[in-house]
């Protein structure tokens, strides 16, 4: 990593054990969500059949994308900004409401009881309103804002505005809210789903790797790569919200106008990654092995989700962008980056907590050394294996009516690739959970910290 301003501190920072129940609460979902979609690709869908798809992915985005998320963003937003978190409780509640929400409205869907879900939606309301809030209030402080605190922003505001529509069809589930008011579903779950994934997903990795890209690879940026970034930081955020607002009032013209400026801005954020993984100096580790996937998905989903909203950005099938293969290059740019960077961010908190106070007095572990390496190659290799077999299903029926592939052939890969791609996502996890387990042990949940007063070494802290 590179070297660390004179002026960052870490002294602002809440304490380690923090963002580390969020990942490890996060990676709890992922094994949830991992385990449903098996049980659904076997058949076996829960009394609620039509729902499970929606309960799975609530487990996924909800409780270990955004999870992370929230922990992520509450430890380091304070390092990077050098100010004070605004609130170190709402952290706690958020944490607590947002986990059981998500897991009692999955529960609900899973078991065809989404009346009750809704009553769990209301508590996932309350714990992104205590992040949206709590953040806002600490990046209010560090203004004015750079690129990643730029992107931040932006993203604390998608995701007030997707809650707030999840929390509309939610009650709609229970109440019947959106028909008495004309409101179409179809349209409410399209601005959902955009200001969610798109906005709040989507605009917090492209932030996040404005500062993790430079700090992993060691480059510098190109004098037209800043002016690049500042193109995306204003074209990308403006296409999500214009995008989300054409599919709620079913504009299409605005609609692909939004579509081209996110997929625009998309493909710079994924140019500007390629070329500093291309020329990064810092010697190979999962995270850059896995940053350069997401380089290549995010530029093959920016195209084909431009070629897909020019022609119909309004449709369900096209949600995600193209819809053969914008859900599996959406899914690789979002799940490399938050597998990718856990490969780091949680050894380091555990090494921090554990070993930092002992540099000097004795040998310690390096970072790397804490997870299993052999076990994070065979996971990006299933996983990216698996995410292969997955696009060529998605290409197969194009195939077939050319005279091509046959639809079994597809059908096959599909089971093979999720097989993978899931055997790989629990392999990751039980690379953390042991990580945790064998060098921090259960008193780094505990509350207290063996190295609270430490500071990250000059190749790990992350630049300013």
């Not at 058949?43 to 729902?51: D, P, Y």
């Amino acid at each position: 990593m590179r070297g660390v301003p004179g002026d960052l501190t870490t002294s602002t920072r809440p304490p380690t054990t923090v963002p580390l129940r969020h990942f490890l609460v996060a990676l709890a979902f992922l094994v949830a969500g991992a385990t449903l979609a098996l049980l659904r690709a076997a058949g076996v869908a829960g009394s609620g059949a039509s729902l499970g798809g929606i309960a799975a992915t609530h487990l996924l985005l909800v409780g270990w994308v955004c999870l992370t998320i929230l922990g992520a963003m509450t430890q380091f937003v304070p390092v990077w900004s050098g100010v004070e978190l605004h609130s170190e409780r709402l952290v706690t509640l958020q944490l607590a409401a947002v986990a059981v929400g998500v897991g009692g409205f999955a529960g609900g869907l899973w078991l065809g009881r989404p009346a009750d879900a809704a009553l769990f939606a209301g508590l996932m309301l309350v714990g992104f309103a205590a992040f949206a809030y709590n953040l806002a209030r600490t990046l209010w402080r560090a203004r004015p804002l750079d690129v990643t605190e730029r992107h931040f922003a932006v993203a604390v505001g998608f995701l007030a505005l997707a809650a707030a529509l999840g929390g509309s069809l939610a009650a709609d589930y229970r109440w019947g809210v959106l028909a008495p008011v004309g409101v179409s579903r179809v349209a409410v779950v399209g601005a959902h789903v955009t200001l969610a994934v798109l906005g709040a997903v989507v605009t917090t990795v492209f932030g996040a790797l404005y500062q993790l890209g430079p700090m992993f690879t060691q480059t510098d940026a190109l004098p037209v790569e800043d002016r690049l970034a500042r193109v995306e930081t204003a074209a990308y955020p403006l296409g999500v919200a214009l995008l989300a607002a054409g599919r709620l009032a079913g504009i299409p013209l605005l609609a692909t106008v939004g579509g081209l400026l996110a997929a625009g801005g998309a493909a710079v954020a994924g140019g500007i990654l390629l070329r500093r993984l291309r020329d990064a100096t810092a010697a190979g580790t999962p995270m850059l092995s896995r940053y350069a996937v997401v380089a290549l998905a995010t530029l093959g989903w920016s195209a084909t989700a431009a070629a897909a909203w020019v022609v119909d950005p309004l449709g369900p099938a096209a949600r995600f962008g193209h819809p053969a293969v914008g859900p599996v290059l959406l899914g690789a740019l979002v799940g490399f980056v938050v597998v990718g960077s856990l490969y780091h961010v949680v050894p380091f908190i555990v090494w921090l907590d554990r070993y930092a106070d002992r540099v000097g007095l004795q040998r310690v572990p390096a970072i790397d050394d804490l997870y299993d390496a052999r076990a994070a190659r065979v996971d990006l290799a299933a996983t990216v294996l698996g995410a292969g077999l997955l696009l060529a299903a998605a290409v197969s029926p194009v195939a077939a009516s050319l005279g091509g592939l046959a639809g079994l052939s597809g059908d096959l890969a599909r089971i093979v690739g999720g097989a993978l791609v899931v055997g790989g996502a629990l392999l990751f996890a039980g690379n953390m959970v042991a990580a945790v387990v064998r060098h921090g042990g259960a008193a780094m949940l505990g509350g207290a910290e063996s190295a609270e007063t430490a500071e990250p070494g000059p190749s790990d802290a992350p630049d300013r």
